[in-house]
């Protein structure tokens, strides 16, 4: 069965499934390790705070299904992504499964992504965290605790062409991204907790997503 969605209500797609423009965007560097999840209290430039943990769940052939769980204001949603390189980079999305709520697994394949793209039916709600490119300072390592695991942090200051600047934590024990902490100003993305025991959650029948009313 597919899923029709007239353009109209497109809107009540949950937005963070669409970060600039399908994942959130932070540097970062990417070295998925199925099975291995990471879990951030994100924090925006208006002082929201959410949750967002990133799980590597499954692979096939070499791509990758990394799904998102993002808990913010009282409102929870699932996204997963099957991707075939870095997911910031929007050629990489194959495809996209979420759920919110009770709601049924809709899947959009990449034509219709890129169909969503082209019509600006895509939100830019989610904003990125700090610059997600720059010129890098080396700053010395640093040891960050994060509940009873300690990392061995490399550091780094990034300035973005605009000015904007992020003092960032890494640990290749992070996966997929390496960030242990990033702090831009009053945004920041700081680890909770981590493991390696990640299992898909958005399984069972799936409704594509096909849209009306665009070329």
Known sequence: MKTKLSIFFLVFLPSFIFASSYFPQFYHFYKPTLGEWSKYEITDNFGNK??????????????????????????????????????????????????????????????????????????????????????????????????????????????????QSADIWISDEVVPFGIVKLVSGSESLVLLDSGKDAKMKLKGDVKPLVIEGGN
Do not use: H
Request: charged letters at 30%; glycine letters at 8%.
């Open 50 to 163: 959410g949750i967002l943990t990133v799980s590597v769940v499954a692979k096939e052939n070499d791509d990758y299904w990394i799904e998102v769980e993002s808990s913010s204001n009282g409102e929870n949603g699932i996204v997963a992504y099957l991707v075939n390189g870095d997911p910031t980079d929007d050629e990489n999305v194959l495809k996209i499964r979420l759920k919110s709520e009770d709601g049924p697994i809709i899947e959009i394949d990449k034509a219709t992504l890129d169909k969503m793209k082209k019509m600006q039916k895509i939100s830019q709600s989610f904003q990125s965290v700090g610059p997600p490119r720059g010129k890098i300072q080396t700053l010395p390592n640093e040891k960050i605790k994060v509940g009873k695991k300690s990392y061995n942090c490399s550091r780094i200051k990034l300035i973005g062409e605009e000015g």
